[in-house]
């Protein structure tokens, strides 16, 4: 009896410490990250492009398939605004963002002290790192909440726009798991099965008003800028998904990464050796809730909007691929599968993702959300041969890492990885 009652104590004294620290920092990390007063910035043209070498674009929109298989040459495409959809594979395809931007040596646009523009605040040109009006940049790919507007003042006019969905039942599980503890409203809800008691009766537990409530309703349409609150009826839902689908050349779609990659890459006149990747945060099996087919239609109906959204950019994707060619891609995502798979044979020790406590190395530890170690991640193989020695460390880097990498100081999100870290004990 003596042991439960001061297993209880100790509990009750770690809570409240951490509850203090995580108080403290919070307010602390509000304090230096809080949005800058937007000032308004004279408005000089940006450049066609500032890429390193000399390269003839394609003025052609992106939307129409390239070359196919008519013989003709074309440059790639190296300006690009990739909108970071929340727990869509984003960190996945940012690790192609910034191999391909190294190969071609071109200018990110990156955010300063953190790993986001200000999100979930609206993006703002001012936001990046060392930002003056007329300054070129080629790649922008950090998390933000979309501002058309204010991007347009920052890229050259040859922009591609791309950006990734996924499945809005998938999705809100997802979402639910990893920003579940950060979203106030849910702390009240009873049980283990926090997500399934939530779903039983959302309206009664959501809070549209309280804290990070977005992660938890409609977050795709919330990263794009829309009001993700409103009701499916409301005009301007429809005017929301005219205005995503019209800007973005390009939707991939999570379900099948491998088809968006070939379809970008004949957008974008890449090569094939710019889109091999391994996937990156991806969560061990444990502790994916599965939906059941119940649980799945509340999720969908819940995220209505999201659903929506969707539905008609799935049908966009697919008349993509057909435009392409069936037996086309079918061959060319086999290629894909096979140049991934021997890749994963060349880099990785044991060919696979293992658990964050396996990891060997802790520039290869990924982000944690609070509270467990759910996000895998890799141990690069030992002696890999020297041709692909640097290509497979870049490969297998966690996002944080590479952006580090690649010069961005990340103070705060350091900062607040400390906090978790001490609430992960």
Not at 12 to 26: A, E
Not at 72 to 91: E, G, L, N, R
Not at 155 to 174: C, H, K, N
């Amino acid at each position: 009896m003596a042991g439960k009652k001061g297993r209880q104590w100790r509990s009750m004294c770690k809570g409240l410490v951490l509850g203090t620290l995580l108080t403290s920092c919070m307010i602390l990390l509000y304090c230096f990250s809080t949005p800058q007063i937007h000032i308004s910035q004279p408005d000089v043209p940006v450049p066609y492009s500032c890429a390193h070498r000399s390269t003839q674009f394609n003025s052609k929109p992106t939307t129409n398939m390239s070359q196919q298989t008519s013989g003709q040459s074309c440059s790639p495409k190296v300006d690009i605004m990739f909108m970071k959809t929340h727990k869509t594979a984003s960190s996945t395809f940012l690790n192609i963002l910034f191999r391909f931007g190294e190969k071609h040596r071109l200018k990110f646009a990156f955010p300063n002290s953190r790993n986001d523009f200000f999100y979930p605040s609206v993006f703002q040109r001012s936001q990046v790192k060392d930002y003056r009006p007329g300054l070129c940049f080629n790649i922008i790919c950090n998390h933000m909440r979309f501002n058309a507007s204010e991007l347009a003042k920052l890229l050259p006019l040859d922009t591609s726009y791309i950006t990734i969905l996924r499945d809005p039942a998938e999705l809100f599980e997802s979402s639910f798991h990893y920003f579940g503890r950060v979203v106030p409203f849910t702390w009240k809800i009873p049980g283990d099965d926090k997500l399934t008691e939530f779903l039983r009766d959302p309206d009664y537990y959501f809070d549209k008003e309280g804290f990070n409530s977005f992660y938890l309703k409609n977050l795709l349409f919330f990263d794009f800028g829309q009001d993700n609150t409103l009701e499916l009826d409301d005009p301007r839902v429809e005017e929301g998904i005219k205005f995503i689908t019209e800007r973005f050349q390009l939707v991939m779609l999570v379900e099948y990464f491998e088809e968006s990659l070939i379809l970008l890459k004949d957008a974008l006149c890449w090569e094939m050796d710019d889109l091999l990747f391994f996937k990156l945060n991806a969560r061990k099996g444990s502790t994916v809730s599965k939906l059941t087919p119940e649980l799945r239609a509340k999720a969908l109906q819940w995220n209505a909007i999201d659903w929506k959204l969707y539905q008609h950019l799935n049908q966009t994707f697919w008349r993509k691929v057909d435009k392409y060619g069936w037996q086309r891609m079918a061959e060319d995502v086999a290629e894909l599968k096979r140049r991934n798979t021997e890749m994963a044979s060349i880099c990785i020790e044991g060919g696979q993702a293992v658990e964050a406590g396996n990891i060997h190395e802790s520039a290869m530890q990924p982000w944690q959300p609070i509270g467990e170690k759910s996000i895998m991640g890799y141990n690069l193989k030992k002696n890999v041969d020297k041709a692909h020695r640097k290509l497979c460390r870049k490969m297998l880097t966690p996002e944080l890492q590479y952006l580090s990498e690649l010069g961005v100081n990340l103070w705060i999100t350091k900062l607040w990885g400390h906090v978790r870290d001490i609430i992960n004990w």
